[in-house]
């Protein structure tokens, strides 16, 4: 019903900047709140940012002040812009939106990750 398409991972040394997208498609009558999540090898997946449909975000503490999460509502995307990257920040990114689907129902739907790795 809804399709993600992630893009925008990849190496990159420390200090370094990426920026991930997340383009949602299907049958979507609305989408409501649109995030990123992480996930390192050995380690829980954990919330990166997440940005509400009004525009009110939330930031893991770990990424706070270096990662910005902004969306187009027009084009269902979300973005990660990440700066200032970490070996830490090394891991597979995921995108999860919250959608109202023609069907009339509400879920979460999850992109099918993008690595990040942070090395020199």
């Known amino acids: 019903q809804v399709q993600l398409v992630e893009s925008g991972g990849g190496l990159v040394q420390p200090g370094g900047s990426l920026r991930l997208s997340c383009a949602a498609s299907?049958?979507?009558?609305?989408?409501?709140?649109m995030g990123w999540f992480r996930q390192a090898p050995g380690k829980q997946r954990e919330l990166v940012a997440i940005?509400?449909?009004?525009?009110?975000?939330n930031y893991g503490d770990s990424v706070k002040g270096r990662f910005t999460i902004s969306r187009a509502n027009a084009e269902n995307t979300v973005y990660l812009q990440m700066n200032s990257l970490k070996p830490e920040d090394t891991a597979v990114y995921y995108c999860?939106?919250?959608?109202?689907?023609?069907?009339?129902?509400?879920?979460?739907?999850w992109g099918q990750g993008t690595q990040v790795t942070i090395s020199s």
């Open positions: 999860k939106v919250e959608a109202l689907t023609t069907s009339w129902t509400t879920n979460n739907y």
């Open positions: 940005i509400l449909r009004g525009g009110g975000t």
């Open positions: 299907g049958s979507i009558v609305s989408i409501n709140d």
